[in-house]
């Protein structure tokens, strides 16, 4: 096991095109969270899941972006009618969640998504 | 509402020099405070906590809940020290979710 991987790396589209990206948590790990990061932030957290439940939404998640955790592995984030404000890295972590705290989160290399 | 600030985008020491990036948190509760790093094309990686008080790579960070911060420091910097440095606070209850800060590009010059 590698750690969190995701996919694509980098993924250039035109605004209104719809988008799909993957996260392949730690095989273990029953967490999986998503944060976006924009140039010069840190990380803001937009949903996070516990197997397959997804618990948590954040505000900053509008109608247009949909996660799913279907079997409780990968997870994947959507984002329909891209617009440009979307332009960020997507980052995906995971963690287990049950052993001794605090859970340590580990991430994935991230998706660069640029909309044009 | 939590909020972690860094109030540095950016800091340069020369090698041997001592560093301190710091970090200041509002949050009501008890929070779980950590240090993460990313190191130039790597990913994201948890440096220290502060519920482990542990020493990683020299650096150490005490929660001072009087204050409200959780400094990062480091005797003597050295050069693969160079990276961005961020803040984090999780909230605990059941998510566990991260908020951070904006960063600190610490540049270690030789």
């Known amino acids: 096991d590698t750690g969190v991987s995701q996919d694509p790396r980098h993924k250039i589209t035109k605004r209104g095109q719809n988008v799909t990206f993957r996260c392949d948590p730690i095989s273990e790990h029953n967490r999986l969270y998503w944060y976006r990061q924009t140039l010069g932030q840190g990380p803001e957290f937009l949903t996070y899941?516990?197997?397959?439940?997804?618990?948590?939404k954040s505000r900053l998640l509008s109608d247009r972006f949909s996660a799913e955790r279907p079997k409780g592995s990968f997870s994947t984030l959507e984002i329909q009618r891209t617009e440009q404000g979307d332009s960020a890295m997507y980052l995906c972590?995971?963690?287990?969640?049950?052993?001794?705290?605090?859970?340590?989160?580990?991430f994935g290399p991230g998706t660069r998504l640029t909309v044009t | 509402a939590q909020r972690v600030t860094q109030p540095e985008k950016l800091l340069s020491v020369f090698k041997g020099a001592p560093v301190e990036l710091k970090c200041n948190y509002s949050y009501s509760g008890s929070p779980e405070l950590f240090w993460y790093v990313q190191y130039s094309r790597q990913r994201l990686q948890l440096l220290l906590r502060?519920?482990s008080r542990e020493s990683i790579k020299g650096f150490t960070a005490d929660l001072n809940k009087g204050e409200t911060s959780f400094h990062l420091k480091k005797p003597f910097a050295q050069e693969e020290d160079s990276a961005m440095y961020y803040c984090?606070?999780?909230?605990?209850?059941?998510?566990?979710?991260?908020?951070f800060g904006k960063g600190t590009l610490l540049t270690v010059n030789p």
């Open positions: 972590a995971s963690s287990l969640v049950g052993h001794a705290l605090p859970y340590e989160q580990y």
């Open positions: 899941f516990q197997n397959e439940a997804q618990l948590e």
């Open positions: 984090a606070l999780s909230s605990g209850g059941s998510n566990y979710k991260l908020t």
């Open positions: 502060h519920i």
